[in-house]
């Protein structure tokens, strides 16, 4: 814990601002697989510290893309490592923190008849629909892929027929949304557009609310895919953004990420 705790210290170092900037809204760019946890944290910052937090969820690789063209920004949380550091490589940004970590796994249509040990069988038969996200502009996306390029050591040839028949639903630039407050992969099941969808496991409270049919299923062992989430602070951000940061990777932004169902990595140890 001490590590990561010492590396958000570091995120803070060297900011100014001007007492005018002091009180505007810190700008927080997010996954959006982290809307719920996140809009929860920011509540709960806002509400210790008196500091506004103006957020903009939305697939990381697209938030990333808006970042880097110039786009106001100053805590940057993605679902994934990769975005942030090329931030950072860019010289945009500081260090990158690993703050959360999440897990793939296929939610189902309720008369889809799957369990882990089918599920290989069940993505590659031609007559389902499978739902990713869209690689590079969403981790999700690159993430199932991920678990494509795993499926080719238990059958091969399954890594190309997966790619080829995948429906890249969401976090595209040109994806259709959900209706306001509704789960996308949830609706895109619930719609017929995916029979399959690989999504992140955090997904499974809101789609149980929303569609009480649909149901996860975990991901055998050799095609589970684990997902690293890094926070990065834009140069030049103010003083009130290294706090959001450091509420976030703090004991109470954690355990809030936690009950939202990520692994938290620097809640301490039970006993420890």
């Excluded at 590590?3 to 005018?20: D, E, K, Y």
């Excluded at 975005?83 to 189902?108: D, I, M, Q, W, Y």
């Excluded at 997904?203 to 996860?216: D, M």
Aim: net charge neutral.
């Amino acid at each position: 814990m001490r590590g990561s705790l010492i590396v958000g210290l570091v995120l803070m170092a060297g900011f100014a601002t001007s007492p005018a900037r002091a009180q505007e809204p810190v700008l927080l760019h997010a996954a959006g697989s982290l809307r719920a946890a996140l809009t929860e944290v920011t509540q709960a910052f806002t509400a210790q510290s008196g500091l506004a937090v103006k957020p903009a969820f939305g697939a990381s690789g697209l938030l990333k893309d808006r970042i880097a063209k110039g786009e106001a920004a100053e805590v940057f949380a993605s679902a994934d490592l990769g975005n942030p550091r090329a931030l950072a490589k860019e010289g945009r940004s500081g260090p990158v923190v690993l703050f959360a970590r999440n897990e793939l796994c296929a939610f189902v249509r309720p008369e889809v008849a799957v369990t882990p040990e089918t599920l290989l069988e069940r993505m590659l038969d031609a007559n389902l629909k499978l739902g990713t996200s869209t690689p590079r502009a969403d981790p999700s996306g690159d993430y199932a892929f991920q678990v494509f390029a795993r499926a080719e050591a238990v059958k091969p040839g399954a890594r190309a027929a997966l790619e080829a028949k995948a429906l890249q639903l969401t976090g595209g630039p040109g994806s259709a949304p959900a209706p306001d407050g509704l789960n996308v992969y949830g609706h895109n099941l619930a719609s017929g557009a995916a029979d399959l969808f690989l999504a992140y496991c955090t997904n499974a409270a809101p789609i149980a609310k929303e569609q009480p049919g649909i149901r996860l299923v975990r991901l055998p062992p050799e095609l589970t895919v684990g997902a690293e989430y890094g926070l990065t602070m834009m140069n030049g951000a103010s003083p009130n953004a290294g706090r959001l940061a450091m509420f976030i990777l703090a004991q109470e932004g954690q355990a809030i990420l936690a009950r939202h169902g990520f692994a938290a990595p620097t809640l301490p140890r039970e006993g420890g």
